[in-house]
């Protein structure tokens, strides 16, 4: 059993920036990956960014690699996302994920076996 609960959340306006956290609790983790996804009213469900417990082995999607930086602390089981020169079209509801051993890439949402409920990030123009 593995909780995960995302804070950080808000209304921020254009040009500003928001540090997202994700906590994984239940048990003992040692090899996974954590990552975030992000889904605006009316669109898919989009990866944003992805690490493994170690802190290496960061990937991006391409819209957001220039601005927002992921980052761990594997002691705590808490995953980062630091969100710089955020603009309108990042608004969305935010979600956490976490995944063990997997072939699939850090942006397929099939090899994360847990996830949050979200924090909504609203960015105004």
């Known amino acids: 059993q593995v909780q995960l609960v995302e804070s950080g959340g808000g209304l921020v306006q254009a040009g500003g920036s928001l540090r997202l956290s994700c906590a994984a609790s239940?048990?003992?983790?040692?090899?996974?990956?954590m990552g975030w996804f992000r889904q605006a009213p009316g669109k898919e469900r989009e990866f944003v960014a992805g690490?493994?417990?170690?802190?290496?082995?960061?990937h991006y999607a391409g819209s957001v690699k220039d601005r927002f930086t992921i980052s761990s602390n594997n002691a705590k089981n808490t995953v980062y996302l630091q969100m710089n020169s955020l603009k309108p079209e990042d608004t969305a509801l935010y979600y956490c994920?976490?995944?063990?051993?997997?072939?699939?890439?850090?942006?397929?949402?099939?090899?994360?076996?847990?996830w949050g409920q979200g924090t909504q990030v609203t960015v105004s123009s």
């Open positions: 994920a976490l995944g063990g051993v997997s072939n699939y890439g850090y942006s397929t949402s099939r090899r994360y076996d847990y």
């Open positions: 239940g048990r003992t983790f040692s090899n996974y990956v």
């Open positions: 690490i493994s417990s170690s802190g290496a082995g960061t």
